[in-house]
């Protein structure tokens, strides 16, 4: 029964900042540390892997984001967030929040859990 509840999205003007959060519930295991990435979705187009943890604390931002986007998350809190600085129209989306089933597994060898989704729209 877990749940992943995503805050934070909006709009803004290109150049701007929003932070996104989320935070997760129903886990029966040790928490959600190195367990959780961000995805987002444009219209028409397919989802893709924004920033993400690997089972062992590393993270793998997409090229188009590196430099601009953070992800951090509070274990203590069950909360995984998303910083993103200097924002352009092309980072429009739906964001959301994902999380392994298997958390010690790769993304690609286990199913997620997924949030909602929280709507980004950067204009110019």
């Known amino acids: 029964q877990v749940q992943l509840v995503e805050s934070g999205g909006g709009s803004v003007q290109a150049g701007g900042s929003l932070t996104l959060s989320c935070v997760a519930s129903?886990?029966?295991?040790?928490?959600?540390?190195?367990?959780t990435g961000w995805f987002r979705q444009a219209p028409g187009e397919g989802r893709e892997g924004v920033a993400v943890?690997?089972?062992?604390?590393?993270?793998t931002y997409i090229n188009s984001v590196k430099g601009r986007f953070t992800i951090s998350q509070d274990t203590a809190k069950n909360t995984v967030y998303l910083q993103m600085n200097s924002l352009k129209p092309e980072d429009t989306g739906m964001y959301y929040c994902a999380a392994r089933i298997w958390c010690e597994r790769t993304w690609g060898s286990t199913s997620k859990y997924w949030g909602q989704g929280t709507q980004v729209t950067v204009s110019s």
């Open positions: 129903g886990y029966s295991g040790g928490g959600i540390s190195n367990c």
């Open positions: 943890y690997s089972a062992d604390g590393s993270i």
